[in-house]
């Protein structure tokens, strides 16, 4: 069974940085590409970060581009988000999947998610 699990978020003032953790089994890790979306309140999933199955090229979504960097430990079965100079408007839930098409996720089944709040 495929799992993903999120874990790192949290409350943090405009301006900090957090480190995102996605813990990923029941697949060969390797052989995806990953990606990280966000869901804000009120919004639906998007796609915010990807990486190749290698780790060898990654693409954000404009809005946080420049401030956070999509990274893979494919030993660890792990993919992270760093993210620096967070905003009000970066405040959503994060997940983790491999990229389908369109924007949407390959797996079916998603995990928890893991909440992050930028606020003063």
């Known amino acids: 069974q495929v799992q993903l699990v999120e874990s790192g978020g949290g409350l943090v003032q405009p301006g900090g940085s957090l480190r995102l953790s996605c813990a990923a089994s029941g697949f060969t890790f390797r052989r995806y590409a990953m990606s990280w979306y966000q869901q804000a309140p009120g919004k639906e999933r998007e796609l915010v970060a990807s990486?190749?199955?290698?780790?060898?090229?990654?693409i954000y979504a404009d809005s946080v581009k420049g401030r956070f960097t999509i990274s893979r430990d494919n030993v660890k079965n792990t993919v992270y988000l760093q993210m620096n100079s967070l905003k009000p408007e970066d405040t959503a839930v994060y997940y983790c999947?491999?990229?389908?098409?369109?924007?949407?996720?390959?797996?079916?089944?998603w995990g928890p998610g893991t909440r992050v709040t930028v606020s003063s």
């Open positions: 999947n491999a990229p389908g098409v369109g924007g949407t996720g390959f797996f079916g089944s």
């Open positions: 990486i190749t199955s290698t780790g060898g090229s990654t």
